[in-house]
């Protein structure tokens, strides 16, 4: 009976290590957010014109996060910085009109972002996001992507299902055992 009671103890010592050590391999994969919040990717009226720059700062953006455009009749381009600047929508790095598009934020940099539809650009439909690496601290300054927010108020995390698995794997092998 001691015997027993000491193979119990030694099984529940090795399932609570095993499942305290699963807690630290779950990790953040990505975050995805949805540009503009409810309002999606529209023409900003015209006293809001900095919209998308005042949403992007007060998020933090890090690679392999998502970023999802919703609108309708209008299309999304990420262009080079002097693009950006002039509203140029001629030389697209990416361009498109689906309606709902998803962008991966997939390099350490800033990403500019506009309408290809003539003159939202110049209304204020465009943004940047800054894409930080984890554990980089915020900066300050509108468009940053990296404002006010800290990295634990981060939006719809996708998490790695693989140590809570194990940690059920070794909870059922446990049970089994002592039963």
């Given at each position: ?15 609570f ?15 995805e957010?949805e ?104 900066s ?40």
């Open positions: 009976m001691a015997m027993a009671f000491n193979s119990i103890r030694a099984v529940l010592f090795f399932f290590c095993i499942f305290f050590f699963s807690l630290h391999v779950v990790t953040v994969v990505s975050f957010f540009v503009g919040g409810t309002e999606g990717w529209v023409v900003p009226s015209s006293n809001k014109s900095n919209v998308y720059n005042d949403w992007a700062s007060e998020n933090r953006f890090q690679l392999g996060d998502t970023i999802v455009f919703k609108y309708r009749k209008d299309s999304v381009m990420e262009v080079p910085e002097e693009d950006y600047k002039n509203c140029n929508s001629s030389h697209p790095n990416f361009f498109s009109n689906n309606g709902h598009t998803v962008f991966k934020l997939n390099q350490t940099q800033p990403f500019y972002f506009i309408s290809g539809v003539f003159r939202h650009c110049q209304k204020g439909q465009r943004m940047i996001i800054k894409v930080k690496t984890p554990g980089e601290a915020p300050d300054g509108g468009g940053s992507g990296g404002g006010a927010s800290s990295a634990g108020s981060r939006p719809g995390a996708a998490v790695s299902s693989v140590g809570v698995f194990f940690s059920l794997f070794v909870l059922s092998f446990a049970a089994s055992v002592v039963v």
